[in-house]
């Protein structure tokens, strides 16, 4: 078993940044890669950032390209987002995951192909 704590939301303004950490405890061994999901009221939940568990491969949604950075630190197994630019419309909760299988940009986009979730942390962006 994997456990995933975020942290890091919070109410902050248009275009203003924020960092959002995962940490992961338990069996990180078996980890494959890691995402960010998000998932706004209303809304179906929907894929972010992808992160192999070696850090050399990464994806992201188009709709954050360019703002948003996925890294990991693997001395103390956190990985992060950085958001940068943000914008009303990226208001959700954010969803750290992770899963066993190991990288294929086939499926690092869907949510069913991640094992294990955190528990959410909100982020709302005001205009």
């Known amino acids: 078993q994997v456990q995933l704590v975020e942290s890091g939301g919070g109410l902050v303004q248009a275009g203003d940044s924020l960092r959002l950490s995962c940490v992961a405890s338990?069996?990180?061994?078996?980890?494959?890669?890691m995402g960010w999901f998000r998932q706004a009221p209303g809304k179906e939940r929907e894929f972010v950032a992808a992160?192999?568990?070696?850090?050399?491969?990464?994806h992201y949604a188009e709709s954050v390209k360019g703002r948003y950075t996925i890294s990991r630190d693997n001395a103390i197994n956190t990985v992060y987002l950085q958001m940068n630019t943000l914008k009303p419309e990226d208001t959700a909760v954010y969803y750290c995951?992770?899963?066993?299988?190991?990288?294929?940009?086939?499926?690092?986009?869907?949510?069913?192909?991640?094992?294990?979730w955190g528990q959410g942390t909100q982020v709302t962006v005001s205009s």
């Open positions: 338990g069996s990180t061994s078996s980890v494959g890669r």
């Open positions: 995951a992770a899963a066993r299988s190991f990288w294929s940009i086939a499926i690092v986009t869907r949510p069913g192909e991640y094992d294990y």
């Open positions: 992160l192999s568990w070696s850090g050399i491969s990464t």
